[in-house]
């Protein structure tokens, strides 16, 4: 059993103590630190990260969905990243983005207000049933914003957590995430602020610095300022975009060894599979693994694959024994998460998804379908109208169509690009219509749907129609590239080779290495770095040296020549 499967089977919860039920008798529940609090929530070893926007409740949801019922609550679950001032000043942005009971939040945020909510007021986030263990993250400069927005949802999660990893030119400008690292004593002020006052722990995630003995510093003060865990992502600052590259485990590992053994650390970066969860923990003894793109492309991507003849109509696995959930089936799952929690009202009848052994239809029947899905691929109904405008007229009937707001519905579209990335190379009429698709338009998503699950049924076929498993195109690519040997240190061929699926599979997007981008021209030098680089390239002239190095020509007879380095060229 890996360490993965033993949390998801449950451990025992913490035995109560006198303190518990005379803080609880008081209207108060004990607040845990560090370990104490860690093993509170179960110990979970699977956390999906935090990401604007994008860590909402319905995806949430869709990525517990995938883990037996019993173990749902081994996930670990972060908040997408809220903004502490605009949260604590604007109730309209609190409202839009955080919806744990219906209608407003209790304001002002104090233990009276909140205490006239229980579970039966309950709504969507941090819902005890559904949607915990939570963390709540927030962006921030301020120690009181931070304190006041914390306030606000204290009652609906177990911890709230400070982000300072965000990389992006914003967070630049406005002073927040990754931007706050050289005012350390401002992040000190922030976490010990909600560590002495706030109800709940207090946790922080971070990037490494430029060593590890700086990184080492740098979270012995976070810690030492009060927070319960820290969450380490292994890439600096500046690896972001075409520069991102992978995350330095090693890093990670040297902040487990240096740090005592009763900190709780979570690791983040290098997860395009399941596999990488466990590789991850043994390689850098952390206690946990955190997932944020890998789980954008395959929500699936913290359960274990069912075994094999067990598949059933979601999993596909192919003759060369890889495998994953089909998109049609994880598209199907949003689409009813939506319905149910979202809309609350049932999604419309679905038949069965195909599998090859499904009886096939006749030949006039096959003709009719292609009909039909040529004319939903050109946005056309039945009756020869546009299906935008349909929908259009049909949803507004006359009025100015409102800006849907609710965040489960505004974040549709884009986690269904990340879903849908490797199938909508290949599928365009499928990208054409998932680009007109609108938050609230539920049935131009429906639509999306029946032309994934039609493209998906004809890859199925041509897959088995296929002489050998390997023949199976993924992504347009049918022969393995020459670099798939070499580490994935080194080549970023390796990894697409290792996590390649057919088009209609979920898989994970494998960004090309900073030196790959490079050479693709898709990245180019800053001004900075050429300055710098012209720079040292004049000292070492003004020395003597050759920037590029010196080799001399040696004639070893037979008419070979060998290069012999000089001063200047680094060996080794």
Excluded at 14 to 39: C, I, M, Q
Excluded at 136 to 165: H, I, K, M
Excluded at 171 to 190: N, P, T, V
Excluded at 446 to 468: H, M
Aim: a neutral charge.
């Amino acid at each position: 059993m890996t360490s993965i499967e033993a949390t998801a089977t449950g451990s025992p919860s913490p035995k109560r103590t006198l303190t518990d039920e005379v803080s609880e008798r008081n209207g108060k529940r004990r607040k845990l630190h560090g370990r104490a609090f860690y093993e509170s929530l179960g110990s979970p070893k699977i956390i999906l990260a935090p990401m604007v926007d994008q860590s909402e409740f319905a995806w949430r949801m869709l990525t517990r969905s995938f883990l037996p019922p019993e173990s749902s609550k081994s996930l670990l679950a972060y908040s997408p990243m809220f903004h502490s001032r605009l949260f604590n000043e604007d109730r309209k942005y609190r409202d839009q983005h955080f919806q744990p009971v219906r209608g407003p939040l209790p304001s002002p945020p104090d233990s009276y207000h909140q205490d006239e909510f229980n579970e039966g007021n309950c709504y969507l986030d941090g819902n005890p049933t559904i949607d915990r263990p939570l963390f709540v993250q927030f962006c921030t400069n301020s120690p009181n914003d931070f304190y006041e927005a914390a306030r606000y949802v204290q009652g609906w999660c177990d911890a709230v957590d400070l982000n300072l990893g965000c990389p992006q030119g914003i967070a630049k400008k406005g002073h927040y995430g990754a931007f706050l690292q050289e005012d350390q004593d401002l992040i000190c002020r922030l976490i010990r602020k909600l560590h002495d006052e706030l109800d709940v722990p207090v946790t922080a995630k971070m990037r490494i610095l430029d060593t590890k003995e700086r990184s080492l510093a740098y979270a012995k003060r976070i810690l030492d300022a009060g927070a319960s865990i820290i969450t380490v992502h292994g890439r600096q600052r500046d690896q972001k975009g075409h520069n991102t590259g992978l995350a330095d485990w090693s890093a990670i590992r040297y902040l487990r060894n240096n740090l005592p053994p009763e900190t709780v650390i979570f690791a983040n970066g290098n997860i395009l599979q399941h596999g990488d969860i466990e590789r991850c923990l043994e390689e850098t003894g952390v206690d946990g693994v955190m997932s944020a793109e890998g789980n954008l492309h395959d929500p699936s991507i913290f359960a274990e694959p069912p075994p094999v003849g067990q598949e059933g109509r979601e999993y596909w696995r192919g003759g060369d024994g890889k495998g994953g959930y089909r998109v049609d089936a994880v598209m199907r799952r949003y689409m009813d998460i939506i319905y149910k929690y979202v809309l609350e009202r049932p999604p419309p009848p679905r038949g069965p998804l195909f599998i090859p052994s499904d009886e096939q239809p006749t030949d006039d029947a096959q003709k009719t379908n292609g009909e039909k899905r040529s004319a939903e691929a050109n946005g056309e109904c039945e009756d020869n109208t546009p299906l935008r405008k349909k929908r259009k007229k049909d949803k507004n009937n006359g009025k100015q169509q409102q800006r849907e707001t609710n965040p489960n519905l505004c974040a549709m579209q884009p986690h269904l690009f990340s879903l849908l990335r490797h199938f909508i190379s290949v599928r365009h009429e499928v990208r054409d219509a998932l680009a007109h698709s609108r938050a609230g338009d539920i049935e131009g998503f429906e639509n999306v749907l029946r032309l994934v699950e039609i493209a998906v049924k004809e890859g199925i076929l041509e897959y088995e129609r296929s002489a050998k498993a390997e023949s199976a195109t993924t992504n347009g690519e049918q022969e393995t590239a020459k670099d798939a040997h070499k580490p994935e240190s080194e080549s970023s061929e390796a990894a697409i080779a290792r996590c390649q699926r057919p088009f209609w599979i979920c898989q994970p997007y494998v960004r090309p290495l900073p030196k790959e981008a490079f050479e693709k021209g898709s990245m180019q030098l800053s001004k900075k770095d050429k300055a710098r680089l012209a720079k040292e390239a004049e000292l070492a002239k003004s020395t003597g040296l050759n920037p590029e190095g010196r080799v001399e020509v040696k004639d070893i007879g037979r008419d070979t020549q060998v290069e012999i380095p000089k001063e200047g060229v680094v060996c080794g």
